[in-house]
Structure formats: structure tokens, C-alpha cells
């Protein structure tokens, strides 16, 4: 199994809409791409986060469904189309478990 861990630090043009709606976009691509076991997402409350005010960690079968949702359509649309435009960084994170 694979954990890819991302955390969000979001611009300030971003609204609290628009950064829920960021997340269920990225929760449902668990039903869109094949390979993905689970997904889970929060509001982060730690007083270190450095600016980083939500995390996602998606739970992947083997490196090869990784390798294959970074490339996927669906992925790449909730990136471009909702992402990229609210999001000022983000931390990622992959590791085997």
C-alpha cells in the first residue's frame, strides 16, 4: 500500500466554498480512477501547521495506481480547473506502508 499524504495552504482569493468544493472534488476521484483503496480528507487544528489548513491522504493499492492517477484525466482536470486556482502551495508526501 501506498500513502500520499498532500496538505494545502490555500491564496487569498480562495473562499470557504470554493475549498470544500476543492475537497469533494478530490475525495470523489476515489470512484473515478482505479487503484485508490481509500481516501480521507480534514480541516487541519494544529497550532504548526505553518500555513497548511487542510490534508488529504489517499490510500493506493501499489506504486503502479499512483503512477497512474497523476496522469489520469479526472486528476489532472481537479488540478488545473479547481486547484491550481485557490491553492498558494502544497506539501506532498508518498510513502510505502
Known amino acids: 500500500m501506498i500513502e500520499h499524504i498532500l496538505?494545502?495552504?490555500w491564496n487569498e482569493t480562495a473562499?470557504?466554498?470554493s475549498i470544500d468544493y476543492a475537497m469533494v472534488e478530490l475525495r470523489s476521484l476515489k470512484?473515478?480512477?482505479?487503484?485508490?483503496?481509500d481516501v480521507s480528507s480534514g480541516k487541519n487544528f494544529s497550532e504548526r501547521s505553518k500555513g497548511f489548513t487542510h490534508g488529504l491522504v489517499f490510500r493506493f493499492k501499489?506504486?503502479?495506481a499512483?503512477?497512474?492517477y497523476i496522469p489520469h484525466?479526472?486528476?489532472q482536470r481537479v488540478v488545473q480547473k479547481i486547484l491550481?486556482?485557490?491553492r498558494a502551495d502544497i506539501l506532498v508526501v508518498d510513502y510505502e506502508v
Open 62 to 64: 501499489d506504486r503502479a
Open 31 to 37: 470512484d473515478k480512477i482505479p487503484g485508490i483503496a
Open 73 to 75: 484525466p479526472e486528476h
Open 7 to 9: 496538505l494545502f495552504r
Open 66 to 68: 499512483l503512477e497512474g
Open 84 to 86: 491550481n486556482p485557490i
Open 15 to 17: 473562499t470557504q466554498e
